[in-house]
């Protein structure tokens, strides 16, 4: 892809970007391939969702295919495409092949493709975009056609999808006949920007622009599309509206609200927009969505969306701990947006926050095993309460029956290489550390790199940097944003790298074989959060590197929620065998004893009584691989 | 009444005692009165709920008379006859007798009467107490019948309740050909022991036990009722019946689980039921029931219910604060649940609970103005969230579509002087301490007491006792668990009386005049909750003798969840004009600095910049009477 005006970086591609599989990223890919992927395939086929695809669901059949069935098979289409650029396999390639014939067999004529609509209820096509995913589930198909593409060089899906979008193209827009619409649910944006680069055609990014720009405008589609329905406007109307980011115009936009994983995939959408138009003002609202939800809405996971109603984001500086939702998707989602705001400009604090939601609330959201899931992701589980009373599961699922975030999980690991290595102009910019090895062109020179590192767990990283013949270029090594103190050196030497932007700029001759060396110093760091966090006044939590930790109570004996941690308590940490190895946190804490209360529920205050305990923290990332109970992120100070 | 063996305590009836209008709960009882009576009245009358017992609703008429419309206009019946009782008018009686009338008008010849399933859904009479509150409609006229009944001494609205009741007692049953049934919704059970003791008829107490005995069998009626109707058992009936309190035999029920208004309603059934038919058994699982909710459930405002979903009791020590239901009813359920043990024990622990309720979490329901409602009484509110991400208003509402908070506030404020003294024996109980007056009948001395006081602001309680002529009987005062110190004297002198079970007995010889004055110690108390509540861990609570405190965003610059208490921050209380008078509590405590942050959402820990301010807390009972914002019962200890 070339440079444009709003465009800084380009992603290396998944076939140049190798991880190690002994890596913490790669065992999680490792995995990912091996363990989710098939279990992901095998759950669909269980359920129906890729059979429904033969059409042949009839009334009164039990088991009616759902409205979203088909984004879950396309997103396994995806994922499997992405996984095949590293790791091709015939088995896998034929399996792949098969559901994508499939999904091209249930095309009709019109290139209208979507099950639900076609054999449930044909007589209510596009009759509720607001509500019923019908161009959300187009989109997703189109994402897993760019895939399927990109690495098998088929063209079969694609054009599938080409034909719907010209279909849906036929039916949206401005013109006489046309209806206003866009979806309730975003995601076709940002797939109509991959179908445009995908193809070259300039339709698709046509179609992406409208769907965005015409979101939010009055008079109000959805009301227009409810009286179509017979249905009176609604007098929630307005909720309505903010929970789908369609209360105003895109533009006018400038606090993240609603549905969380929605509005992510909006604004990844707007900036899709906005890097091939190159517009602007479009970027400039993404611009401050993003500050928005940076600075006041996510998790210190990465989490974003704070209520459980409506899976929705929160007010400013509303993040509730043990009510957090933070649906996977949602980070997934985060990531997604943060890409593209890095590609666009360049900037290290985008990949902060991709690393800090992969390595923390992403993670969390499968099992090290691979094959459990959570959908939310708490920041405190109060593991005291019987399952009546449970808020929050501390035990993961299998599936769900609305499985959005094992399939969401499975595409973005499969797509990781996407988001180590960037190019511009002359530079190779190193985004997060994994070992690997990546190759590229940059400037008629092949370069290739190759990571060697214990990260996150440790921050030394090794980088040899292999040239067909030596050249000038810079290679851009971020700075993550929580390193206060790094060193670097070039073949033994230390570099006095500028750093502008997040990014340490090595620009110099490179030889084959030559040496770079980054020590991230990686201590144990107490966080606290904005005082206007209600929910973590008075808290601490724990973080080395990018990972943030809690405290699980199968390592303690008091009750997680009755400990907090002194100010001056020392804190080590310690490479463990634990959890598929990893680095805890230890050190003495104080819990409040449960002692001398006969009891009552409240009594008055003379003293507290406490005992020191040893507390151990575990990535957040890595709890609930274990036995069930309470956890927390944030502990009291003391 | 006469003593019963399980029942230690006959309450004065409501004619016997006279609130001074100036005191503090004679204030509210005014403005219920004055205020809320007429407004229920009204909103009862707007929405159609009054007219329709009209029965002239036709489909497709606008407004279908609603299931449970029928309590809430029973619950208006039942408040103005219990008015009527020291307060009669010649015009507030003929309204109420109107109203009364037409009631009766709408019962049909069978004895059945209840609105919606009459003119609405004829056909569907009684295929559903699980879900449709059709005998829980039928408790509340009951209710209402007793109360018009002994206020009036009209037979008029008793009798027709007793032929419905007659009908109900034809339709569920052990007998043949009749329905195992019992209300989902509890209530009914205590309402059929008021009939019995209005009527003497063992009939109604038979009915009552019945329900009370059958509830939760197997195999269970819910799901042989459902399958009546042609659906399916439910997967999730266990749930569902746990819900309803219906998951087991009540005797072997031990822990308050499920909707919580139901449950207290139920428990306060069982008690009714236990005391009556001298049921030893069902009174221990009463007291099972009570400990639970007294040292494991109830919040420190007498709240009950930590779910907003389901509107249901939490686990044990699930108490969370901002997301507390606390539904108004829910306490109101306490309080009724708490007289009867009270009346069956004459232990004070049970008045106790009546007064934290009653001066926290019930008066909080009900604004100072009695025209506005909170249907959920949370402990916390972050206030700097907008009201797409509120969790709970801080503004009370005029009305509710459900409606039973208001009706059962104006019923239970109604009905308060039941509350405050009772007779066993040759003794007189003060549970409550209220400016006024109770007369009675004892061992064939007329006995009156005249109480005045300033509490709850102040310990100090002055008792006059005025006899026909002198004669030895006991005075019992209740000593609140709240008090660590108080005097006690007689005409003057100290008067070393014995306490037992909560009460200080004053037995002797008594003379018209006698003076007894009762000085409790009411310092600040800072409390806190038993280190098993994972909410409240590091906070502690501010209460005053009965009154809990709270921090209100009004009264402060620094944002209220900012603001800490250190642990020797000296407190004061104060009189003031503020709230309709009132004490409220000041002194200095700590405010995170919102300073230096940059717009960042997390830094490392280095310090947290703090800010010393002055603080003024005002009773909860009280909040949300000025302006909108955030609010605390618990703070940070410090």
Redesign the interface.
């Given at each position: 892809m070339p440079a444009k005006p709003l465009r800084k970086l380009t992603p290396l591609g998944l076939a140049q970007v190798v991880f190690l599989d002994d890596g913490f990223l790669g065992q999680r890919i490792r995995t990912n391939r091996n363990v989710t992927l098939p279990i992901a395939y095998r759950r669909c086929k269980e359920t129906g969702r890729i059979d429904a695809f033969r059409m042949d669901w009839k009334p009164p059949m039990p088991n009616p295919p759902h409205k979203f069935w088909d984004s879950d098979v396309a997103k396994w289409v995806e994922a499997a495409a992405y996984d095949l650029a590293t790791h091709p396999q015939s088995e896998r390639r034929k399996r792949l092949d098969a559901v994508v014939n499939l999904i091209a067999s249930a095309q009709q004529s019109d290139g209208y493709l979507n099950v639900h609509y076609t054999i449930v209820e044909p007589e209510k096509r596009w009759t509720n975009v607001r509500d019923n995913h019908e161009l959300y589930c187009a989109g997703h198909l189109m994402e897993a056609a760019v895939a399927h593409y990109r690495t098998t060089g088929s063209r079969k899906m694609l054009d599938v999808l080409g034909r719907y979008a010209d279909h849906i193209a036929s039916v949206f827009g401005r013109g006489e006949g046309q209806k206003r619409g866009y979806c309730g649910h975003p995601e076709i944006e940002l797939a109509l920007v991959k179908m445009y680069r995908a193809t070259g055609e300039r339709k698709y990014l046509d179609l992406a622009k409208y769907l965005v720009d015409e979101r939010g405008q009055q008079p109000h589609f959805y009301d227009a599309e409810a009286a179509a329905r017979g249905e009176d406007p609604r007098a929630d109307s307005p909720?309505c509206w903010?929970s789908l980011q369609a209360h105003k115009p895109v533009r006018e936009q400038n606090e993240v609200?609603g549905h969380a994983v929605r509005a992510m995939y909006l604004h990844s959408g707007m900036a899709d927009v906005a890097m091939e138009t190159g517009d602007a003002g479009l970027m400039a609202a993404c611009r401050k969505l993003w500050?928005n939800v940076?600075?006041?809405k996510?998790y210190?996971t990465g989490g974003v969306g704070?209520?459980n109603t409506g899976e929705?984001?929160?007010?400013?500086?509303?993040l509730?701990n043990?009510?957090a939702y933070a649906e996977t998707c949602a980070s997934i989602g985060l990531v997604l947006f943060a890409r593209r705001m890095l590609e666009a400009h360049a900037d290290a604090k985008y990949a902060d926050v991709i690393e800090r939601a992969l390595y923390n609330g992403i993670l969390s959201g499968v099992s090290l095993s691979g094959d459990k899931f959570f959908y939310s992701n708490p920041l405190a589980v109060?593991g005291?309460?019987?399952p009546?009373?449970?808020?929050h599961q501390d035990v993961r699922q299998e599936w769900f029956n609305v499985s959005c975030c094992p399939t969401n999980v499975i595409r973005l690991l499969a797509s990781l290489g996407e988001y180590v290595y960037s190019t511009a102009d002359n530079a190779l910019y190193v985004h997060l550390y994994a070992s690997g090895t990546a190759t590229t062109e940059l400037a008629g020179r092949t370069v290739s790199l190759k990571q060697q590192t214990d990260y996150p767990w440790d921050g030394q990283v090794a980088l040899t940097v292999r040239v067909d013949r030596p050249g000038a270029f810079s290679l851009m090594l971020r700075i993550p944003a929580w390193c206060?103190r790094y060193k670097l050196t070039v073949n033994g030497k230390g570099f006095a790298a500028p750093v502008a932007r997040g990014y340490a700029r090595i620009t110099r001759k490179w030889s084959d074989g030559d040496q770079v060396r980054l020590v991230l110093e990686m201590p144990v760091?107490?966080?606290?959060?904005?005082?206007?966090?209600?929910?973590n006044?008075?808290k601490?939590?724990l973080q080395r590197g990018p990972i943030v930790y809690c405290l699980e109570q199968c390592d303690h004996a008091a009750?997680v929620?009755?400990i907090?941690l002194p100010?001056k308590a020392k804190l080590t940490a310690r490479r463990v065998r634990l959890l598929g190895g990893c680095v805890v946190i230890e050190g003495a804490a104080t819990a409040?004893?449960?002692a001398d209360?006969k009891?009552?529920?409240?009594?008055?205050?003379r003293e507290?009584q406490t005992k020191k305990i040893r507390f151990r923290a575990v990535p957040y990332s890595l709890w609930a691989n274990r036995r069930p109970g309470?956890m927390t992120v944030w502990l009291?100070?003391q």
């Open positions: 909720q903010q609200v500050d940076a600075t006041r996510m210190i704070s209520h929705a984001m929160g007010a400013n500086y509303e509730p043990e009510t109060n005291c309460y019987k009546e009373g449970r808020r206060r760091e107490r966080v606290v959060a904005n005082p206007a966090v209600p929910d006044v008075g601490v939590a009750p929620p009755s907090s100010d409040v004893s449960p209360w009891g009552n529920l409240y009594r008055p205050y507290v309470a009291a100070r």
